[in-house]
């Protein structure tokens, strides 16, 4: 189906009105009252005023349509939005004709773009009354090195006693499932429930040993619950065309998963040096935590460049008894609390095609100081630490109701792993 240009319909109209006029005042001249005649020009002036102001109506309108048109093809649809439709209304000898419709218009843009996830946090919400069940599986890798230096120096560089030297692999194996529901257009909650799997190997040589080979002396690993979360977002404000999206986030983290501190520990004596070793490794952090977030798309055809700012905050505790053996004044605390984390990140997605996107970002957080006291009153030293990744994402949409997406993290600094890999499939019910 075409539709006409409405400036070309309206010229008809107007072609006959002014015809009308030039023959009314043909009569006039031949004979008519001037009275008769000055009212019929007055009336016919109006009639072509009328028919510009609603000329000059249609054209804006028109305009509008095009620039809609021109975000649909860019992509820029969202879902929920009424349409808008063009219409054309003729004025003519004083009576309103019917309204014809020019064209609909696409659904107005009030929603981000959707981009190929690689952050937490979704960039499109989920729209009102719907279901998305998103099941994902995460593998992370790390590598550290320790180095225990016993004994003393004589002049600077030269060691009299022994060197420890141990590398330590972590592996963690993360499965979550994630249920988001849309409330409104702009406000959704998911809730995320994830089942944690981790082993750690320690490799070295034994100190106080002449043994040139190395040896696997902790085998450990730890199953079962993570901390459940629940996530709130809401979309600031309308943006649309070249103007940035505002959601804003809060996320409630539970501690449901084993803490570092029931988990069973053990001092052991290597030669000169005490140390406690876990005998499971944890699943959860052991602190409830509340979480606000900004989160920023701008969406610059043909690419979204997106960001966000992030703070953590972990709840005290107090009366904390680690489930250590032997116990010592060292092993309870009076009070613990975590350093807040700061958190940023930002990137940019790339749409390939209908079906696939791409996306590359970087996410940062930085950890403040635990801030712990003994039971004893005596305070243990904290430590900052910095966690950047450098993420690549690749999202590919399998049907109207699946989407793969995947992730792949590497660690920028010596905090952070190694290695992370996330697979997600979320689909729609």
Same mark, same amino acid.
């Given at each position: 189906?075409?539709?006409?240009?409405?400036?070309?319909?309206?010229? *008809?109209?107007?072609? @006959?009105?002014?015809? +009308?006029?030039?023959? %009314? !005042? $043909? #009569?006039? &001249?031949?004979?008519?009252?001037?009275?008769?005649?000055?009212?019929?020009?007055?009336?016919?002036?109006?009639?072509?005023?009328?028919?510009?102001?609603?000329?000059?109506?249609?054209?804006?309108?028109?305009?509008?349509?095009?620039?809609?048109?021109?975000?649909?093809? *860019?992509?820029?649809? @969202?879902?929920?939005? +009424?349409?808008?439709? %063009? !219409? $054309? #209304?003729? &004025?003519?000898?004083?009576?309103?004709?019917?309204?014809?419709?020019?064209?609909?218009?696409?659904?107005?843009?009030?929603?981000?773009?959707?981009?190929?996830?690689?952050?937490?946090?979704?960039?499109?919400?989920?729209?009102?009354?719907?279901?998305?069940?998103?099941?994902?599986?995460?593998?992370?890798?790390?590598?550290?090195?320790?180095?225990?230096?016993?004994?003393?120096?004589?002049?600077?560089?030269?060691?009299?006693?022994?060197?420890?030297?141990?590398?330590?692999?972590?592996?963690?194996?993360?499965?979550?499932?994630?249920?988001?529901?849309?409330?409104?257009?702009?406000?959704?909650?998911?809730?995320?429930?994830?089942?944690?799997?981790?082993?750690?190997?320690?490799?070295?040589?034994?100190?106080?040993?002449?043994?040139?080979?190395?040896?696997?002396?902790?085998?450990?690993?730890?199953?079962?619950?993570?901390?459940?979360?629940?996530?709130?977002?809401?979309?600031?404000?309308?943006?649309?065309?070249?103007?940035?999206?505002?959601?804003?986030?809060?996320?409630?983290?539970?501690?449901?998963?084993?803490?570092?501190?029931?988990?069973?520990?053990?001092?052991?004596?290597?030669?000169?040096?005490?140390?406690?070793?876990?005998?499971?490794?944890?699943?959860?952090?052991?602190?409830?935590?509340?979480?606000?977030?900004?989160?920023?798309?701008?969406?610059?055809?043909?690419?979204?460049?997106?960001?966000?700012?992030?703070?953590?905050?972990?709840?005290?505790?107090?009366?904390?008894?680690?489930?250590?053996?032997?116990?010592?004044?060292?092993?309870?605390?009076?009070?613990?609390?975590?350093?807040?984390?700061?958190?940023?990140?930002?990137?940019?997605?790339?749409?390939?095609?209908?079906?696939?996107?791409?996306?590359?970002?970087?996410?940062?957080?930085?950890?403040?100081?635990?801030?712990?006291?003994?039971?004893?009153?005596?305070?243990?030293?904290?430590?900052?630490?910095?966690?950047?990744?450098?993420?690549?994402?690749?999202?590919?949409?399998?049907?109207?109701?699946?989407?793969?997406?995947?992730?792949?993290?590497?660690?920028?600094?010596?905090?952070?792993?190694?290695?992370?890999?996330?697979?997600?499939?979320?689909?729609?019910?």
């Amino acid at each position: 189906m075409t539709f006409e240009h409405p400036p070309r319909r309206l010229a *008809r109209p107007l072609l @006959g009105l002014l015809v +009308a006029a030039m023959g %009314g !005042a $043909a #009569v006039a &001249a031949d004979g008519a009252e001037p009275a008769s005649f000055d009212a019929q020009f007055r009336v016919q002036m109006e009639q072509i005023e009328a028919l510009k102001r609603e000329l000059a109506r249609q054209e804006a309108s028109l305009n509008a349509l095009r620039r809609e048109v021109d975000l649909e093809r *860019r992509g820029r649809g @969202g879902e929920g939005a +009424a349409p808008a439709a %063009g !219409a $054309a #209304v003729v &004025a003519q000898a004083g009576n309103e004709q019917p309204v014809t419709p020019v064209g609909q218009a696409p659904a107005a843009a009030d929603r981000p773009p959707e981009v190929a996830p690689i952050f937490e946090q979704p960039g499109v919400l989920t729209p009102p009354g719907k279901w998305i069940v998103e099941p994902s599986l995460q593998y992370s890798y790390s590598s550290s090195d320790r180095i225990a230096l016993v004994g003393y120096t004589v002049i600077p560089a030269i060691l009299i006693g022994l060197i420890d030297v141990r590398n330590v692999k972590s592996n963690a194996l993360t499965a979550t499932m994630a249920f988001r529901r849309g409330i409104t257009n702009r406000f959704e909650l998911e809730a995320r429930v994830p089942y944690v799997y981790r082993y750690d190997d320690t490799r070295g040589r034994e100190i106080f040993t002449g043994t040139p080979g190395d040896e696997i002396f902790t085998d450990v690993d730890g199953k079962g619950l993570g901390d459940v979360e629940l996530i709130g977002r809401y979309q600031l404000n309308d943006g649309g065309g070249d103007s940035p999206y505002y959601i804003a986030s809060l996320r409630l983290k539970s501690r449901t998963g084993k803490d570092p501190f029931e988990v069973r520990s053990s001092f052991e004596v290597d030669g000169a040096r005490v140390s406690a070793v876990q005998q499971e490794l944890p699943t959860g952090s052991g602190f409830y935590s509340v979480t606000p977030g900004l989160t920023v798309l701008i969406p610059s055809d043909p690419a979204v460049f997106f960001g966000g700012v992030s703070y953590q905050y972990s709840f005290k505790r107090n009366g904390v008894r680690p489930n250590v053996v032997p116990e010592t004044a060292m092993s309870e605390y009076s009070e613990i609390q975590p350093g807040g984390v700061i958190g940023f990140n930002f990137g940019m997605g790339l749409a390939l095609n209908e079906r696939s996107s791409f996306s590359i970002g970087y996410d940062h957080l930085s950890v403040g100081k635990t801030k712990a006291v003994f039971a004893n009153g005596e305070r243990a030293p904290g430590l900052r630490v910095q966690m950047g990744t450098l993420l690549l994402g690749y999202s590919y949409k399998v049907d109207s109701q699946k989407t793969l997406n995947m992730s792949l993290g590497v660690g920028v600094t010596r905090d952070t792993p190694d290695v992370q890999l996330t697979v997600r499939m979320p689909f729609s019910l």
